[in-house]
Every structure is written in C-alpha cells, then in structure tokens.
C-alpha cells in the first residue's frame, strides 16, 4: 500500500488514543505486508519523481518494496532537481516488506 499524499504517516486528531497511529500503521494492522507514507507536506512534483522512481524499481521484480523506496531515493539524492531532502526524505516504509 503506497499512501503518497501529504503527511499520510501522520495520526489524526480522534481523541481516543488512536490519534498516534497513522493511517498507514492502520493499512499495515488491516493487512498490508508494508505500507508507505509520508510525514510532512510533500511537494507534487518531487513525489512523482520518487513515485516514478520506486515503481520502476518494483517492475524490476528483483527488490523488496523497502528497496525499491531506498533505491528511488537514492536516485532523487542523486537528481540536480530533486536531491533536496524535502523531496524524498518525508517517505518512510511500515513493515518489513519481504
């Protein structure tokens, strides 16, 4: 499960404990293997990049998805337009996606 949109990995305001848990720890307890989300504002065209990125790695069929992430942002590192960490960092892997 890939929960690309703004701060995804962030728990939201419920009032009864819940609030800590973000909407993917949520997807991963429901079932997904690992979920993908982010912590903070992301900006559209940054995400594309790295989104493009990952799945390009995850078509190899070589890699686990915790890899694939790794590998996009490694080559985001790597861009002259997106090596900024604002770009890529704010993605994080919940699970161990083997």
Sequence with gaps: MVLSACQSGLGD????????LGLGFQMQ???ARVAIA???????AGTQ??????YG???????TVTEAL????????????Y???NYWSAF?????GL
């Design 57 to 63: 790695e995850l078509q190899k069929g070589d890699v």
């Design 70 to 81: 790794r590998r996009a942002q490694v080559a985001l590192i790597k861009s002259p337009n």
């Design 38 to 44: 982010s912590l903070w504002k992301v900006d559209d």
């Design 13 to 20: 305001k419920l009032g009864n404990g819940v609030e800590i």
């Design 92 to 96: 994080f892997a919940i699970g161990n």
């Design 29 to 31: 307890a429901a079932g």
């Design 49 to 54: 990049a790295l989104m493009t990125a990952f």
């Design 83 to 85: 090596n900024h960490p």
